[in-house]
């Protein structure tokens, strides 16, 4: 493209550093991370910096470097108050949407505030992105948003929106799509095999489904159910699933690879369904995924699916925006603001008990080929109309 063409269509960016979530552990929080960079590549960044305040490793960089197609280098921020100064940024992206409410601790989000404080100071952007808010983290989080005067912020779902305005007085939050949607889709070998076996499947007519576990989903089934083991309640969606769903081909996914002692990984619920499915429905056709399946895969292989019931927010953007219907439990305010914003879905996909999960798994199974019509009409209509781009780089004059 000549230079002249280029300068028009693209104009000079600033230098640009993200803030990067937490922890890595969230393939979701890597599919935001690869979403934005994707985005600053299309409007003409060259290079973007990757800021880690509470790490001391490159924890991130194996769930960038193989996607990115933009260069970028990262720092760690001991002096986090003269960084900006320090590495010539201008515009600065915070990206991790648990850490805007203070839920991973007051000191992860205060230590962004301050940074996005000093980058104001200097005549830079500070911009939140995709972030959702609960309104029940720390008062002083919620005091210093309140105190943060020429940010910018950007939450995914209007639930979020309206009480991050109501509670912090910032009145001019937008409502955009998640950062997840613009995250490149990948081919990897780890679901090479998967792929083969869902093209098997297909032949025999059988309906592919997908299948997440996470212990935040499981304790919001087991919610006015204290005596319920987690592996109980595992066991009883098996049970429905393969006895309303008996010609079904199970895929069992994990999206998260964090676990604590009192929280296991998604990877040991999968290994915990698919150990009981062996004892209780032998007859049932499943595979489990590898947890090293990374983000832009997981786009790749939930477009394959039928249907998709689970217990992530960006494993249903995953599915979602492939087309492919899907039922995520509703352990918190965000499900419901991003179903109900882009989807116009009911409350049948975002059940929030044992029996209204499995209204949902019959609601699945009875309309998800609808449902998918539905989705591929309305997506792009939806995806213009909350367009994070034209927020960003174009917004609308007033």
Known sequence: MPLLQRLIRHPFRPAAGIVLPSEPGS???????????????????????????????????????????????????????????????QHLFFVGADVVDGSYGAPMALKRIELAKRNLDMGGRSIFLSFSYSGQGPAAVEGAFSNLSGAEFF??????????????????????????????????????????????????????????????AIDRLRKGLAETDREVLIAQVCDVVAHSIPNCFLVLISSDIRSWETHPSDQALAQLAAGYLDERHPGVPKVICSDAIQYPALI?????????????????????????????????????????????????LAPSSMDELKISIAYLKDNHTRLREILHEQLPRLLKERSLEAALFYPKRT
């Open 27 to 89: 393939y979701g929080d890597q599919g935001m991370v690869l979403g934005l960079m994707a985005l600053l590549q299309r409007q003409g960044y060259e290079q973007v910096r990757l800021l880690q305040p509470d790490a001391t490793t490159n924890e991130f960089r194996p769930l960038i470097q193989p996607h990115s197609q933009i260069a970028f280098d990262e720092f760690f921020l001991d002096d986090h108050a003269n960084c900006v100064r320090e590495l010539g940024l």
């Open 300 to 348: 790749t292989l939930a477009e394959e699916l039928d249907f998709i019931i689970g217990g992530r927010m960006h494993l249903a953007i995953a599915a979602l925006r492939g087309g492919t219907p899907a039922a995520v439990v509703k352990y918190n305010d965000k499900l419901t603001g991003f179903y109900w914003d882009f989807f116009g879905l009911g409350d049948e």
């Open 155 to 216: 939450a995914r779902d209007s639930v979020s929106c309206e009480r991050f305005a109501r509670q912090t007085g910032q009145s001019g939050a937008v409502v955009t799509h998640d950062l997840a949607f613009l995250c490149p889709k990948a081919k990897s070998d780890e679901i090479g095999d998967i792929l083969s076996a869902i093209l098997e499947a297909r032949r025999k007519k059988q309906t592919i489904i997908g299948m997440n576990f996470s212990t935040f």
